[in-house]
């Protein structure tokens, strides 16, 4: 007999009945009835439950440890009596009746408990992660992430994708995020840095004519955390030679919608080959952002041509000095207060707006200070215009169009979910298109990249040299799922003159550009073919697939909201020679100065 056991937890079945097993694996639960012990034995596979009475050995032993101790039971198969079987359990017919028992190690009291579905302060899980990943859901999201990525590799491989590995000490770019760097100890005063992304070595992969490179990277951005962010990140990183936008698309789509299929537990999922193509301008126009969530059936509505006369003269003020006015319909809200609508122009104001206007229709009859002093006549027009109904109310949101547009796209939000409208059980992806490729800084009036420096743009040298530079569109991407950006992508500008063309109109000097991307400009210039790519997250991935509201809950040991590694206690302070061999002198922050560090942080 094996040493440690001749079944896992999961296996056993009623064909067993009557063998004689061993199990290992840890003390999920216990239940005393009175001379006898019912154990749940729990290892990476599953659970199966052990009986131990007073004719037992074991049941001694048994009744002296904790939870989470690790045993070891020899026993015997039997069925469980009639009426208790556990249909919820894949041993849920059969029981072990425990012979004997090995004690591997004992657990002394657990900082959190394994078994049930408490909530327990994310400190505390991550300080004991360890523990953590027992539980039940945790650990179901790690081995999600492990099948997805799985089967990533093999759809990539059978897209003809070869995978290779690129560096992870590489240099420091001015572009992007802040770099976490690495100190040289051969060379003093100089730095590596953690890659970003793997873009420059991928692209030259392209140059050196491999035609379609993938891998799962590893990514590090020195930048605050949110729920769907972490410093330390892996992409599904790819790029493809002679190829479209279009092309790309095809790809990935099929990618994503058959990883998506796979793991979607019955959630539908939009069909490869038709996720909608929305411009830039459009997602924010009708979305208020560049990350529509199409599952909302709301749609944003510019109506600044209904108030350049109008009796409502904050709005008509508004827009003669250039603002704009976007509306959010609410539909069939004639059954709400008007408390309702009150607690929406509250909730903007803690947003940090100046409020958000509203209107009320009960029975076609218009209601609040916006439609008295637009007048009936004008509220009946707009109201055809967008297609409402006699009992829908509007909300509006109305300044310079950069403020409106958040506004009106997180009012668009609240109202969905106010009104309970967003659609389950789905997964809606799209593709949002035509970003610009240059913006003018409000600031200092200078014109700048606005998105990736490196990306063909539409029209070529043509477009740089003849269209007004704020009209140019670039060929770049970002795939859009249920309101998430899974990542962006571009087709790359692969031609020196284009390059140099695209940073002199952004005020960079052919020096400046050789000075700071000399590797990709020199590669280049030896023949570089058409090539384009993207780096859908896989953490995000799974974070969807696994419906978890944060992106902690996906990844094995993650670091916490201050980029801590609570179990390791990462970052650490290194001693004096580990300094000097990497020629580093560290500052100690003034106390005053560190506390408003920690408490910005908070």
């Known amino acids: 007999m094996h040493t440690y056991r001749t079944h896992t937890c999961a296996q056993l079945t009623t064909a067993d009945v009557s063998s004689t097993v061993r199990l290992s694996g840890w003390i999920h639960r216990k239940r005393d009835h009175g001379g006898v012990l019912f154990i749940d034995l729990r290892d990476h596979y599953g659970i199966t439950q052990i009986v131990a009475d007073e004719d037992s050995p074991a049941l001694a032993t048994l009744e002296k440890l904790r939870v989470e101790s690790v045993v070891t039971i020899d026993g015997e198969v039997k069925a469980r009596a009639q009426g208790t079987a556990n249909a919820a359990l894949a041993t849920g017919e059969i029981e072990v009746f425990a012979r004997a028992v090995t004690v591997q190690s004992e657990a002394a009291e657990l900082p959190l408990p394994v078994a049930g579905d408490a909530e327990y302060p994310e400190e505390t899980r991550l300080k004991y992660r360890f523990v953590d990943l027992r539980r039940e859901r945790v650990h179901a999201n790690i081995m999600l992430r492990s099948r997805v990525i799985s089967s990533i590799r093999s759809r990539m491989t059978a897209q003809g994708f070869t995978e290779f590995q690129t560096p992870i000490l590489g240099a420091s ?187 009320t229709r009960k029975g076609g009859e218009f209601g609040g200070p916006i439609a008295k002093n637009h007048g009936a006549e004008g509220m009946e027009r707009l109201y055809a215009d967008l297609g409402l109904g006699e009992n829908d109310g509007l909300f509006f949101a109305a300044g310079k169009e950069q403020d409106a547009v958040k506004l009106a796209g997180a009012a668009r939000t609240r109202v969905a979910e106010e009104l309970d409208l967003i659609e389950q059980d789905c997964f809606k992806f799209c593709w949002v298109v035509d970003f610009p490729m240059f913006e003018r800084d409000e600031d200092t009036g200078k014109i700048d990249f606005s998105h990736n420096p490196f990306s063909m743009p539409q029209g070529e040298m043509e477009a740089l040299e003849t269209q007004d530079p704020l009209e140019i569109k670039a060929w770049q991407y970002d795939i859009v799922c249920n309101g998430y950006e899974l990542s962006s992508g571009a087709i790359r500008n692969h031609r020196p003159d284009i390059m140099y063309k695209a940073f002199e109109i952004a005020g960079y000097s052919r020096p400046d550009v050789d000075a700071n991307f000399g590797g990709m400009i020199e590669a280049f210039k030896l023949g570089a073919p058409p090539h384009g790519g993207s780096a859908p997250g896989i953490d995000r991935i799974v974070m969807l697939l696994a419906d978890e509201p944060n992106i902690r809950e996906v990844i094995a040991f993650p670091l916490n909201q201050r980029a801590q590694d609570l179990m390791m206690g990462a970052p650490s302070a290194v001693g004096p020679r580990q300094l000097r061999d990497v020629h580093i002198r560290t500052v100690e922050q003034p106390a005053a100065a560190s506390a408003r560090v920690d408490n910005a942080k908070e």
């Open 173 to 359: 770019s001015p572009e992007g995020a802040r770099d976490y760097l690495v100190p040289s100890r051969l060379h003093p005063g100089r730095f590596y840095a953690l890659p970003q992304a793997p873009q420059m070595f991928k692209q030259l992969l392209m140059v050196a004519g491999f035609d379609r490179y993938f891998q799962i990277a590893p990514c590090f951005r020195d930048e605050d955390l949110r729920a769907d962010r972490s410093p330390e990140f892996y992409q599904l990183d790819f790029e493809m030679s002679f190829v479209t936008q279009e092309d790309v698309f095809q790809m990935l789509e099929g990618v994503l919608s058959g990883v998506f299929e796979e793991f979607a537990n019955g959630k539908s999922v939009t069909p490869a080959g038709q996720f909608p193509r929305i411009p830039y301008a459009e997602a924010l126009l009708k979305f208020g952002t560049d990350k529509p969530d199409l599952r909302n059936p709301l749609r944003i509505s510019d109506v600044s041509g209904h108030f350049t006369q109008s009796g409502l003269g904050l709005f008509e003020k508004i827009v003669g000095g250039g603002g704009v006015v976007r509306a959010v319909p609410a539909p069939s809200t004639h059954e709400k207060s008007r408390k309702f609508f009150d607690d929406m122009n509250e909730w903007a104001r803690s947003q940090g707006f100046a409020g958000l206007g509203y209107v």
